[in-house]
């Protein structure tokens, strides 16, 4: 057990940026309520998985919506308690210990905001491991959890209680309200007992983007040191250096999807490469060769800074660093590629694990 | 009619003057005052005097000014500001001036409140606005804030809320300064708040320097209309600047690529400014500099403010080179100013960029025989690696693998190649030395809208062409001719996750002064 104070929030904001893939939002907002609530209700306590009882009821709180939204109608300090209080009158018990749904962008930081808030401890763990655009792309809805009852809130005062069938109906039930809600809004689902918990949630992801964080801020930006140590902990490899060369974004379904053309430098000088994205960036390819897909994990980094880049900030003429990362072995279960692997994003193409297509590639 | 273009910077305060058509006709540089008026009431007398022409004459007089940076920057001559948010119940998890420097925050806040109110993305209410509750707010802080900052939740979508909270306060706290949200920034509340405030804080600092102005035309005869620079190279008459001192700040390095891009006579092109220490580059796009697409932060603060997207390495005519076998490395260290001193070819001990072009005979023909010690192939490999570095920076910033030209200023420009990878055509223009007060002094009057669009009652084009309409309203009420007004861009970035069809539109359109009949790069 240990406490997430300032410091601790500033490093988890750039290591989960890594791990939102170019998506989750950008945590800046995030980070600062973060920080706030921590300065008026102290530290928050975080908790490892073996610290966690069999009956203690854990449940996950997050932000759904649209980052655009988020950075103008900043939430409101109840609506990131709102969801948890309807729940707990639902269940007719108190909640003992709040987690994150996932790791990836500005939702990693507001079970933060809640627990700081409620003084309950919250869970080194979550149910992606990174960031997905989808309420269903989780550990949870693999494992066969029912995420009901699902609350939700608004800033407004709404609040509502919902029954889904599964995630794939929180998915479109949710989006539909939250639309409805003025674009973002906040909700908690899963709400399970430790023992249930422990089988289906990655551990000590939270430390794990916090070490990144940690990292990158120390990153000597010649030697990439930050980043070679990431790597190392992530079990990453190093797909390629290059500048974007061109750009591709649309809107559809409700999502930017788009694709980046680059062209390599130093060591790739003479390839050209590209990146496919929703949202979160999924497939990587060297010339029309296969370099990464999801599930496993796609982040762009600034060439100079080391630092995350999200897919709404790239632009012409951006020196990146790509790196690729092993997803948690869930996601390469049949039914973690077939909720989120390339076949469930429109491409056709079957998975193959980013380590196996890296030998390949040597 | 002449133009008089004066340009304040940190060592000096520039003047330029140029005629109808847009011709110099004489520049002058003085050293920057520490009152910042004498100096540039010294270099408007010597530009009239040395140019011999009548002030009467003189039809517009333009000035671009660090006074408004240096007071933030400073933390000097800052007014006590009160902040109201109209957004409640929504934003309270960050309230105003949360991650501002303490000793800046000390210096402005004098109260701040959020009350209820607020839009959403597509125009519906978060809330009502609440009379009571602002003239309370109002009954508090009366004599204690001598401006006030308004700033509401999607207030680029809809100002209605901002300009009736704005006449509530007037009620109570009669004709105070009042700084609103919509007319300073974009999407991005906290951003945008932010600039607001410091707008609202810099409202005594903003009459000093239009007085100052005013006063030193008027004192010499100089009966000419005033503008100030904005910082995307263009004007708003001294009304506007009244209420907008922010939108002065950052004008310098865009009033150098503007110069620079009218004395070479193109409109796309990439400018380099090579000094003694770094090379800073921007892009000229259609006449006006590209916008960088980062936040900025002004003295510590987050602003959506609009800034040049510059590049700057460090290379420069003083930049040092180490070692003198194959494995030497350039710079970042300068010799700076000193050059003259402890440069080679200057008779010093310091190998430096200079010395290299030198031996290479590219620069000071006549001091060549300082530097021949020098073996030849070093200076080949060093110009290659200086070289490569320039062509690396002008790579960057490029928009497109195509070549564009490229315009070259600065004393230190001597180090650059005619010819560079990537560029057409170098350009090395005359009166660069103050290109600052010529890009003053050319300054267009431009309007500028940012608004979220829901496309289910109304198409794309339609949306566009209502963002344009708007655009040119903003322009005109700055000063702009309305016969001369054109789109310079148009962009429009879809609201993502949201499966409505939101789509944000940005449009900007630039027009000439009233009366002036000119075109103008």
């Known amino acids: 057990m240990r406490y997430i104070d300032e410091q601790t929030v500033e490093k988890i904001a750039l290591g989960a940026a890594v791990l939102g893939t170019g998506g989750g939002g950008d945590p800046y907002i995030g980070k600062l309520m973060a920080i706030e609530a921590i300065r008026k209700y102290g530290p928050v306590k975080l908790i490892s998985l073996d610290e966690l009882e069999d009956d203690q009821l854990v449940v996950t709180v997050s932000g759904m919506g649209a980052p655009t939204v988020a950075i103008e109608k900043i939430p409101s300090e109840h609506e990131m308690t709102a969801p948890l209080e309807m729940l707990e009158r639902v269940l007719g018990r108190k909640v003992d210990v709040v987690m994150p749904i996932e790791v990836g962008g500005i939702n990693s930081l507001f079970p933060i905001i809640a627990a700081a808030k409620k003084g309950l401890p919250m869970l080194d763990a979550d149910a992606m491991g990174r960031a997905f655009p989808e309420a269903q792309m989780v550990t949870f809805y693999l494992d066969g959890f029912d995420p009901s009852p699902v609350t939700m809130a608004d800033e407004k005062g709404n609040t509502v209680v919902l029954y889904p069938q599964d995630g794939v109906w929180t998915e479109r039930l949710a989006r539909a309200l939250t639309i409805e809600m003025g674009g973002s809004s906040s909700v908690c689902e899963y709400s399970l007992f430790g023992k249930d918990v422990k089988t289906s949630v990655i551990p000590d992801t939270l430390s794990l983007v916090e070490r990144i964080g940690e990292y990158l801020l120390d990153n000597q930006v010649k030697e990439q040191i930050g980043i070679n140590k990431m790597l190392k902990e992530l079990n990453g490899y190093f797909l390629f250096e290059g500048k974007i060369s061109d750009i591709e974004r649309r809107l559809s379904g409700g999502f930017t999807r788009g694709s980046a053309k680059l062209e390599g430098s130093r060591n790739d000088q003479g390839k050209t490469f590209s990146i496919y994205f929703q949202n979160e960036h999924l497939v990587a390819k060297e010339g029309e060769h296969l370099l990464c897909s999801t599930p496993d994990l796609i982040a762009v980094l600034d060439a100079e800074t080391g630092f995350p880049i999200t897919t709404e900030r790239m632009k012409y003429g951006t020196r990146v660093v790509v790196v690729a990362f092993p997803c948690h072995d869930k996601w390469r279960s049949p039914k973690g590629i077939e909720t989120a692997g390339p076949r469930y994003f429109g491409y056709d193409f079957d998975y193959q694990p980013v380590e196996v297509l890296q030998k390949e590639r040597r | ?521």
């Open chain 2, 1 to 521: 009619m002449y133009r008089l273009g004066v340009d304040v910077g940190g060592t000096n305060t520039d003047a330029a003057l140029l005629d109808e058509r847009l011709q110099v006709i004489h520049t002058v540089k003085v050293p920057t005052t520490k009152d910042v008026e004498s100096g540039i009431f010294e270099a408007i007398a010597k530009v009239v005097q040395e140019s011999r022409i009548e002030p009467s004459d003189i039809g517009y007089a333009m000035l671009g000014t660090t006074h408004c940076t240096n007071a933030i920057v400073e933390r000097k001559r800052l007014n006590k500001v009160g902040v109201i948010r109209i957004g409640k119940p929504a934003t309270t998890a960050i309230p105003p001036f949360t991650d501002w420097p303490q000793d800046l925050r000390e210096e402005i806040e004098g109260a701040s409140t959020i009350v209820s109110g607020g839009y959403e993305f597509d125009g519906r209410l978060i809330s009502e606005i609440n009379r009571e509750e602002v003239l309370k707010f109002c009954k508090e802080i009366k004599g204690s804030v001598e401006s006030i900052a308004i700033s509401g939740v999607f207030a680029p979508v809809n100002k209605e809320q901002e300009e009736n909270v704005a006449i509530w306060v007037k009620e109570e706290l009669g004709n105070i300064p009042i700084s609103l949200s919509n007319e300073i920034g974009s999407i991005g509340l906290l951003e945008r708040e932010n600039a607001t405030i410091l707008n609202a804080a810099l409202m005594t600092t903003g009459q000093t320097v239009i007085n100052g102005f005013s006063k030193a035309l008027s004192n010499l005869d100089i009966k000419a209309e005033i503008f100030f620079s904005q910082n995307d190279g263009t004007l708003m008459n001294a009304a506007y600047a009244l209420r907008y001192p922010i939108l002065t700040m950052g004008c310098g390095p865009t009033n150098s690529i503007r110069g620079s891009a009218h004395l070479s006579g193109l409109k796309d092109a990439i400018v380099l400014d090579v000094g003694g220490t770094t090379s800073d580059l921007g892009v000229l796009t259609r006449g006006f500099p590209r916008q960088s697409s980062l936040a900025v932060t002004i003295g510590g603060v987050n602003t959506n403010f609009r800034m040049p997207d510059i590049l700057s390495i460090g290379l420069g005519g003083g930049t040092r080179i180490f070692g003198l076998d194959e494995n030497f490395t350039i710079g970042p260290e300068s010799v700076g100013y000193e050059i003259t001193r402890k440069a080679l070819l200057f008779g010093g001990d310091v190998l430096t960029t200079s010395d290299v072009v030198t031996r290479l005979g590219h620069a000071f023909e006549d001091k060549v025989m300082q530097v021949d010690q020098l073996s030849i192939e070093l200076c080949n490999n060093v110009y290659k690696k200086m070289t490569d570095m320039l062509e690396d920076a002008i790579d960057q910033m490029k928009t497109s693998s195509k070549e564009v030209p490229l315009i070259l200023s600065g004393g230190g420009s001597i180090i650059v190649s005619n010819c560079l990878k990537g560029v057409s055509e170098v350009v090395r223009p005359k009166h660069f030395e103050a290109a600052n007060a010529i890009g003053a002094a050319l300054g267009q009057i431009s309007g500028e809208v940012e608004k979220v669009y829901s496309l289910e009652g109304i198409s794309r084009e339609d949306a566009i062409h209502h963002a344009k309409k708007l655009a040119t309203e903003e322009a005109i009420k700055a000063g702009a001719n309305n016969a001369t007004i054109s789109v310079v861009s148009v962009e429009d970035i879809p609201l993502s996750y949201l499966p409505g069809n939101a789509l944000l539109i940005k449009v900007k359109v630039v027009g000439d002064l009233v009366g002036s009949g000119v075109e103008i790069i």
